[in-house]
């Protein structure tokens, strides 16, 4: 006959590994401004210490609906409601784990007070004090207890709240030698940026959905990743997948492309609005929504490589958190994966997208070729104001040959770092080298082997391929630098190939 038995894990071996989950400061803070947008906040302040004699603490201040003594020992429990329990279409937890483990990948000493009715209680976590004990012992705090508490005025001044509060900074003290102060404070703008894009719905949001948040006593402005008040960002229509939960319910994703404008139509309030303009292209891609809370963005899921020239496209993501198991929402709320049963769904939409980002990055100049029979390295383009910049001809067959031999994920690298070349070109010190006759003479016997070396290699490529002869591609590599520099390299490429 089986029996049952009690399988307790232990406490402070599993606190222990809950606290490696490899959350970020940003991320952390982020988990538990998530419960406090659940519990129907207007104002969330994010408490940081102001000088360097004070105690270290972070605080998160909510003026939210508050929790009861008995409702507040609950949320302490680790796993307090099941990631499969139905849930308010608002809520934006999943695991019952997010507060407590978020919390304490940053901390060794987790409190959480919340006013109700009138009532302030208080429940912490102390890890220190869970390694002795080795036993799953919250700590309720008693009312002088409380009274000691950095920041416990502001929560009192409310009707009603909750502020949680981290202490003894573990982590941030061995990263920094001690430097716990110092690097809170460097923190701040850390966190002030990272909230401002992923709650830029919620702070922008003119329904009851709006909320403010405060980094002490500057208010976060929100991010705009789609910039969708300027005139020159391209907006395409939203389009509607039903797809079924686990239950079999029908729920709806929303899906809606972005492309913004080319970097010179930006104003400085349009870069800080969108994160940066050195950032734009790692941001491009998917920017997934639950909720209205942002959870993943700036990439296109293996769908297609970043690059340069798509790097203006942005497609938001809305999904319900119906659909967490689905899309492999983990604890952290950091990564998601898009259902095989919607990609190819997905992927005309992202076509479409990219299409249209690649001619906002091109449409700006026209090339001017001396002679349109060669096949340039360099495109002499033409831009505004009768003026030229130069890029590289990415439909030579010299890059093609280049980017054929390399993954996609190689490739995005070789194309950000010609992107890299073409803005910094040193135009003016070339100038200058050259009116003072100080460029060095180009070695031409070393650069002919090269190009010799290099057609060689080519042409037995195309040669393994089969559907040209070797003359057809002699004659065709010869239209196109660096051979067409050479009038004697097409003999000696016809000599080499005599008699294979």
């Known amino acids: 006959m089986s029996k049952d038995k009690d399988n307790i894990p232990k406490a402070d071996i599993l606190m222990g590994s809950m606290r490696s989950m490899g959350y970020s ?71 019952g784990l997010g507060m407590k483990s978020a919390s304490l990948s940053q901390c060794r000493i987790l409190t959480v007070i919340s ?78 940026d990272s909230i401002a ?62 492309i913004l404008p080319f970097a010179t139509d930006l104003s400085d309030k349009d870069k800080r609005l969108v994160g940066g303009i050195e950032s734009l292209r790692a941001k491009q891609g998917f920017y997934i929504y639950r909720n209205n809370r942002l959870i993943i963005w700036g990439t296109w899921f293996s769908m297609k490589p970043r690059a340069e020239l798509t790097k203006n496209a942005r497609i938001r993501v809305d999904i319900p958190n119906t659909l967490d ?44 070729k001396v002679d349109d029979n060669i096949d340039y390295i360099w495109d002499r383009m033409e831009g505004r104001d009768n003026s030229f910049y130069y890029q590289i001809n990415r439909e030579s067959k010299l890059y093609k040959f280049v980017r054929d031999k390399m993954s996609d994920e190689d490739f995005a690298y070789f194309d950000m770092f010609i992107g890299e070349v073409e803005r910094n070109i040193p135009t003016q010190q070339m100038y200058i080298d050259k009116a003072n006759d100080a460029i060095e003479p180009i070695q031409q016997d070393k650069h002919f082997n090269d190009a010799f070396e290099l057609g060689v290699t ?13 003359e057809e591609l002699i004659d065709e590599l010869m239209l196109s630098e660096p051979f067409c520099n050479h009038k004697e390299l097409k003999e000696k490429l016809l000599e080499n190939y005599e008699d294979k």
């Open 197 to 258: 894009l992923i709650f830029h719905r919620f702070l922008n949001s003119s329904a009851r959905h709006k909320i403010s948040i405060y980094v002490n006593n500057q208010k976060v402005r929100p991010k705009d990743p789609f910039l969708e008040s300027h005139p020159k960002t391209t907006t395409k229509k939203e389009r509607t997948i039903a797809l079924n939960d686990s239950k079999g319910v029908e729920r709806y994703i929303k899906i809606k492309p972005f």
């Open 325 to 368: 198991d689905i899309w492999s929402i983990d604890i952290k709320k950091q990564n998601a994966t898009i259902p095989k049963r919607i990609q190819n769904q997905l992927k005309n939409t992202v076509n479409d997208a990219l299409e249209i980002s690649v001619k906002k990055q091109t449409h700006r100049g026209r090339k001017e």
């Open 115 to 192: 006013k109700k009715d009138g009532n302030i209680n208080g429940y912490t976590w102390d890890y220190n004090y869970i390694k002795k004990c080795q036993k799953w012992l919250v700590i309720e705090q008693t009312i002088s207890e409380l009274e000691q508490l950095p920041r416990i005025e502001l929560l009192k001044e409310q009707e009603q709240g909750t502020l949680v509060l981290w202490r003894d900074f573990d982590v941030l003290s061995k990263a920094s030698d001690g430097q716990v102060f110092d690097t809170l404070s460097s923190l701040k703008d850390t966190v002030y």
């Open 458 to 470: 080519m042409i037995n490529l195309g040669r393994s391929i089969g559907l040209k002869s070797t």
């Open 25 to 95: 400061f940003e991320a952390a803070v982020a988990d538990v401004i998530d419960n406090s947008i659940s519990a129907k906040c207007s104002t969330i302040k994010l408490l940081f210490p102001k000088y360097p004699h004070e105690k270290p603490y972070v605080g998160i201040l909510d003026d939210g609906e508050g929790m009861s003594k008995e409702t507040l020992f609950e949320a302490m429990r680790y796993g307090s409601s099941a990631s499969e329990s139905t849930r308010e279409d608002e809520d934006l937890g999943r695991f």
